[in-house]
């Protein structure tokens, strides 16, 4: 009898109503159909009349209340971790989009790997094309060499919870993904990343990932993830340990430089600004 292979993605949802439409098409459209669409609702909001008023509701669909109002994504996305049966988790914000192989792709990975992460699409508001992050050949990567090749955002991750789990940290303002993948790291030394872009992530205008005043909140989050990393609070090797720090550091750098770069670019993307730094320090 074959395994189940469920898989439970994660939307937190928070005045959604103008994106929620397109990143649930993107779930349907999945040529894997053995998932679960968990829609948190932050905002009090009807998300499953609305997706019924839009010929858009499915009986995978799993709708439920964060219990408060703008309570935060981390603490939205961990009411569904907390509950949810399935083997399989992902994640996938109420404005991005799956490309329709993402989910099989990264089934077929977790047979043999407890964490699947995969190169993203960056997409403005519109979905028109920005750049790729990550994208390149298939292979596995320990925790020391991640950030190195996937440089920003880490909403693309799939893990099978049966090897290893982790809860978001409402505590830190930004850079919650890396950080629950760090904790994913505590049980499995390595994991897959593949190389074609299979998640649309949506640069918001003024969003966390564009908004001009978001570094300080970047740099403290950063700083917080240095400390704890260089204090052996994820119980890696040192090798990875260093690999970690080194990109953080680097990374932080280009924080405090990027309001000044932005300033003589606008419209400079913070994965372009930081790209030449990261390629400089490996040199």
């Excluded at 790997?113 to 790729?132: E, G």
């Excluded at 880490?154 to 809860?167: E, L, P």
Aim: glycine content about 6%; aromatic content about 8%.
């Amino acid at each position: 009898m074959s395994q189940p292979q469920t898989v439970a993605v994660i939307t937190p949802a928070f005045r959604a109503q103008d994106t929620l439409a397109t990143t649930v098409r993107s779930v349907l459209d999945q040529t894997h159909a053995d998932w679960q669409h968990w829609i948190i609702a932050d905002d009090g909001f009807d998300y499953a009349g609305f997706l019924q008023e839009r010929g858009l509701r499915d009986g995978r669909q799993v709708f439920v209340s964060s219990g408060g109002i703008g309570s935060g994504a981390s603490r939205t996305r961990n009411v569904a971790l907390d509950q949810l049966q399935t083997p399989y988790a992902a994640i996938l914000d109420a404005d991005d989009r799956l490309k329709p192989e993402k989910l099989a792709r990264a089934v077929e990975a977790l047979a043999h790997h407890a964490i699947v992460t995969t190169a993203l699409d960056v997409m403005t508001m519109d979905f028109v094309h920005l750049r790729y992050v990550g994208n390149g050949p298939d292979r596995v990567m320990t925790p020391g060499e991640h950030k190195w090749i996937s440089l920003s955002m880490d909403s693309m991750v799939v893990w099978d919870r049966r090897r290893t789990d982790a809860r978001y940290d409402p505590t830190l303002s930004n850079m919650t993904d890396l950080e629950l993948l760090l904790q994913l790291y505590r049980k499995t030394p390595q994991s897959m990343h593949l190389g074609t872009p299979l998640h649309d992530y949506i640069k918001r205008d003024g969003s966390m990932s564009n908004g001009k005043d978001v570094a300080a909140g970047m740099i403290a989050s950063k700083t917080e993830i240095l400390r704890r990393v260089e204090s052996g609070f994820y119980s890696l090797s040192s090798v990875d340990l260093a690999g970690i720090a080194r990109f953080l550091r680097v990374s932080l750098v280009a924080e405090a430089a990027f309001g000044k770069a932005l300033a003589e670019h606008p419209g400079l993307l913070f994965e372009n600004h930081l790209e030449p730094m990261l390629a400089a320090a490996k040199a």
